[in-house]
């Protein structure tokens, strides 16, 4: 499952992402994985979550480097459950308008892998129509 949590810049989608990161981490069996740009505002990220800033890995500049990314995280380390992905749009090459590929990859990876997705994007909910909701699920 890929759950979108969508909204203008400044609505507090990131501590929304960090609080159910913190509640998750408590009731899931394997790891919790939170992927931010920067590593401003981890302080609040309970100590059980890997943060993973992606600022330490300029290297990756586009999608499909970004989902190899995922993929090298989940054949590390097969107890990821859940990963979260906090601004989007700030990583590599992702953008509104190939939004709807990478959100495509991301179901694949949840379907193969069995990791749940939670990934904030800083634009409205009806910017989101090109994307197919199918495997998805709008958390606002």
């Known amino acids: 499952m890929v759950n979108l949590l969508a909204g203008p810049k400044g ?5 929304l992402m960090i609080a159910k990161a913190n509640e998750l981490v408590k009731t899931t069996n394997g790891n919790v994985v939170f ?7 981890t302080q609040s990220v309970s100590f059980d979550i890997r943060v993973v800033c ?8 586009n999608i499909d480097e970004y989902v190899g990314f995922l993929y090298g995280m ?6 990821i459950e859940v990963i979260f992905i906090d601004g989007i749009l700030k990583h590599a090459d ?11 990859r991301l179901k694949k ?19 989101l129509s090109s994307i197919n909701m199918e495997g998805c699920s709008l958390l606002n």
Do not use: L, W
């Open 11 to 15: 609505t507090g989608k990131t501590q």
């Open 109 to 127: 990876i949840s379907e193969t892998c069995g990791i749940e997705f939670y990934v904030s994007i800083s634009a409205e909910k009806d910017e």
């Open 94 to 104: 992702i953008s509104m308008e190939n939004m709807p590929r990478f959100i495509d």
């Open 74 to 79: 989940y054949s590390s380390n097969g107890d």
């Open 54 to 61: 992606m600022d330490d890995y300029k290297a990756i500049t």
């Open 35 to 41: 992927v931010k740009k920067s590593h401003r505002d």
